[in-house]
């Protein structure tokens, strides 16, 4: 794997080609198919992982056996950092949702890479701090606001973290599954169907194939409404 490679990574932006050539020694890649487990909750976690390709979805399970979706992640991020810092067991399943590639790296090796480099150690931080942000916004959201307004804050959060604003009013961003959402914000699919499609006649939004487009105006109604 060349060192250049690690560029593409936000993680690696700052470093110099010496030490993109220490990481990329000890890096491995590894392939998984869609529905895959990478590892399971409760499990000991010895290594930490970047998407190179693919999607996951982060999940726990309800105590009534329901699957709860914390976050999908795709290219540029990364995941298990938790396990190798706090040498406690995974805190959550890690599943593909389409076929993934992974850059992984061993727990001694990644505990050296941030030892030696204050600029990632402080992007992991960051990350780390932004998804606790995340939960607790979203556990104020399922204890305080109705379904619309959980789907609402949904939405505005997905633009935010990965929309795409076009020239035509327009935010794109990447349709997760009715379900997928619904376990994600405490509810059925069939509301969730039921809700993107009032939303649909309401030409707030647009759905084809795999992408969602958000009428700017539509993210402003939503943030008045919250």
């Given at each position: 794997?060349q060192p250049?490679f690690?560029?593409?990574?936000?993680?690696?932006?700052?470093?110099?080609?010496?030490?993109?050539?220490?990481?990329?020694?000890v890096?491995?890649?590894r392939?998984?198919?869609?529905?895959?487990?990478?590892?399971?909750a409760?499990?000991?976690?010895?290594?930490?992982c970047?998407?190179?390709?693919?999607?996951?979805?982060?999940?726990m399970i309800?105590?009534?056996?329901?699957?709860i979706?914390?976050?999908l992640?795709?290219?540029?991020?990364?995941?298990?950092?938790?396990?190798?810092?706090?040498?406690?067991?995974?805190?959550?399943t890690?599943?593909?949702t389409?076929?993934?590639?992974?850059?992984?790296i061993?727990r001694?090796?990644?505990?050296?890479i941030?030892?030696e480099?204050?600029?990632?150690?402080?992007k992991?931080?960051?990350?780390?701090?932004?998804?606790?942000?995340?939960?607790?916004?979203?556990?104020?959201?399922?204890?305080?606001?109705?379904?619309?307004?959980?789907?609402?804050?949904?939405?505005?959060?997905l633009a935010?973290?990965?929309g795409?604003?076009?020239?035509?009013?327009y935010?794109?961003?990447?349709?997760?599954?009715?379900q997928?959402?619904?376990?994600?914000i405490?509810?059925?699919?069939?509301?969730v169907?039921?809700?993107i499609?009032?939303?649909m006649?309401?030409?707030?939004?647009?759905?084809?194939?795999?992408?969602?487009?958000?009428?700017?105006?539509?993210?402003?109604?939503?943030?008045?409404e919250?």
């Open positions: 794997m250049s690690f560029r593409k990574f936000p993680l690696f932006a700052d470093l110099d080609d010496r030490e993109l050539a220490s990481i990329a020694a890096a491995k890649t392939r998984y198919a869609k529905d895959d487990v990478v590892f399971h409760d499990e000991s976690g010895d290594v930490f970047l998407i190179r390709e693919g999607q996951v979805k982060v999940t309800s105590p009534e056996g329901k699957e979706i914390l976050s992640l795709g290219p540029g991020d990364f995941f298990g950092e938790m396990a190798l810092l706090d040498d406690e067991p995974r805190s959550a890690v599943m593909a389409e076929p993934l590639e992974l850059v992984t061993w001694s090796d990644f505990l050296q941030l030892a480099n204050f600029s990632i150690a402080k992991v931080l960051a990350e780390i701090s932004r998804r606790l942000r995340n939960a607790s916004n979203r556990i104020e959201s399922l204890a305080t606001m109705d379904v619309y307004g959980r789907l609402a804050r949904f939405f505005l959060d935010k973290d990965q795409k604003v076009l020239d035509n009013g935010v794109a961003v990447t349709r997760p599954t009715h997928s959402i619904a376990n994600m405490g509810t059925s699919r069939e509301t169907s039921r809700l499609h009032d939303l006649r309401q030409n707030l939004l647009l759905s084809e194939g795999k992408t969602i487009y958000l009428r700017k105006t539509a993210l402003d109604q939503f943030r008045s919250l």
